[in-house]
């Protein structure tokens, strides 16, 4: 199990942005680890919005209801992985939730993340 910490959720005007950041506590070193961020808003089941692959950040995933506005990015020297949110929508609204496959996995389907962080609020007004 990796323990993931996410941070940077907020309320937000729709159309303006935000990032989250998720970083590994302990010992563990995500960039061996395939990565997600999943989202889950009241009454609806939890969605991955984005993923990323181990191997350098080569292989990304996006949902179709947020591409060209959210992107994934992975920073191995200081642990971390971050959704840049742009021109966010009032249906972007839910809490977002790190995720972390499993060690040296390609597969980025949702089914294959087994870790997962508290949860960080994302409110988008409109």
């Known amino acids: 199990q990796v323990q993931l910490v996410e941070s940077g959720g907020g309320l937000v005007q729709a159309g303006g942005s935000l990032r989250l950041s998720c970083a590994a506590s302990?010992?563990?070193?995500?960039?061996?680890?395939?990565m997600g961020w999943f989202r889950q808003a009241p009454g609806k089941e939890r969605e991955l919005v984005a993923a990323i692959g181990w191997n350098g950040g080569a292989t990304t995933y996006y949902a179709d209801s947020v591409k060209g506005r959210f992107t994934i990015s992975r920073d191995n020297a200081k642990n971390t992985v971050d959704l840049q949110m742009n021109n966010l929508k009032p249906e972007d609204t839910a809490i977002f939730y790190c995720a972390a496959g499993r060690m040296w996995s390609q597969d980025l389907r949702p089914t294959s993340f087994t870790s997962w962080g508290q949860g960080t609020q994302v409110t988008v007004s409109s």
């Open positions: 302990g010992r563990t070193f995500i960039s061996t680890y395939p």
